[in-house]
């Protein structure tokens, strides 16, 4: 059997069509959605992923600033910054793109932004918002996952659900949204004993970990739900995911390809939730 590809980057065109009409449907309000995005040093990785959220803003009608500070920045500076970006009317979302430089207290900064304009849905208050399922900013890797499934009509209440990774921007809040949907979760990480003895009971399997090709067919049940969301730049200079994508395929029933699987869902919940604070603004009014 032959696994279906879940093709990322067509159902990312589907659902930042559905939310543009919700953007326009504000700037005729007289309110353009408004992203900030912070970036601080020069992490090559992060100043890409930073242009392509500009990009994919502009795409959707949202207006965008970059706010760029140099590796020396002072953890003073950029909560200041935060702080003018929290009254700045013109902007709903904010975003500090992660990791900062080692010299900062990562909780402090993301603590700074205020709750209405956490897009990322990092601030405690969001996690604390997740964990009770009364979710206001999802994160968005997680929450493009959980719009995959749901686009691709995959089934989740009552199904086992394995996740492999336990990271805060993914492993954690992602068991958190499939727990809500009624999936019975299990949580491994990358040095969980007997791995492949879990994995292989999963029905949607979930792969966080940032090891390239770590998880292979035998670890897999047949017909299962694959979902590769790392991304892992090879000597080469090609992408690939934490799953062996060529023997995988071969196995499970769905399956996410790197690239064009779970990235370009991510960028999009992060437009969907950033268009969702402007609405709400307009709601409070
Ligand atoms: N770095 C890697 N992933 C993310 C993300 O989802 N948000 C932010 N802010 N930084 C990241």
Known sequence: MSAKIIDGNALAREVRAEWKTRAERLIEQGVQPGLAVIIVGSNPASSIYVRSKAKACDETGIYSEIHDFPESASQDEVIQRIQELNRAPRIHGILVQLPLPNHFESRKVIEAIT???????FHLYNVGALVTGNTVFPP???F???KMLEKSGIAIEGRHAVVVG???IVGKPMALMLLEKGATITICTSKTHNLAEHTRRADILVVA???P???TADMVKPGATVIDVGINRMPDGKLTGDVDFESVKEKAGYLTPVPGGVGPMTITMLLCNTIAAAERTQARV
Do not use: F
């Open 140 to 142: 968005c890797t997680p």
């Open 166 to 168: 336990r990271s805060n």
């Open 115 to 121: 709750v209405e304009k956490d897009v990322d849905g």
């Open 144 to 146: 493009g996952v959980m």
């Open 209 to 211: 970990t940032g090891k």
């Open 213 to 215: 090709r770590m998880i």
